[in-house]
């Protein structure tokens, strides 16, 4: 990656210390009981629901990206879900790389080639559609199935549109069902 994409400003990583102390520490052993993705229906990110609840909703917009779930790593999993398949014909698909950085790594990744050539659209790095401000404003009862992290009411366009959270696995599963899917069965 050229450095002139890279960020001038460093950063540290917050850790906790040697000697942190814990209420609780939970362990999870996925081989025996995955997990499911989650889905968070609207109009609350705390509405979360597994995706097997909501498999079938009919979609008209399923959006990737923004600053949130727009990083290189998230782009690459909607890309090898995509990759040879078409979206839905109805649906639209934005995608919206979380920094001109991302977007320059994507492009000479191939991945905006992938997500053209499914159908989608790639835009700029922008609030956009996560917003309601441009590049994806939903209307009435329409239905988004979105990477963001808000579905509050009329957050992306009008009061009466249904906003799903999820990943963007998730969304690019759903974009190429034209209702949310679950990315581990496509």
Known sequence: MDEEYRPARRWTATRPDDDAEYVERLVYDIEKEPLSPMVAIPHSPTNGQPVAEVI??????????????????????????????????GVRLIITPASKETYMHALHEGLIDIFI?????????????????????????????????????GRMGHKDASIYLASPATVAASALEGAIADPRRV
């Open 117 to 153: 050539d499914a159908g989608g659209i790639v835009t700029n790095s922008t609030c956009g559609a996560c917003v309601g401000g441009h590049l994806g404003v939903i209307g009435a009862g329409e239905v988004c199935i979105s990477s963001t992290n808000r579905n509050f009411r």
């Open 56 to 89: 079938g909703v009919p979609i008209d917009q399923a959006f990737i990206g923004s600053c949130t779930n727009g990083r290189i790593e998230d782009l690459e999993i909607a890309a090898r879900i995509l990759k040879g398949k078409k979206i839905r014909n």
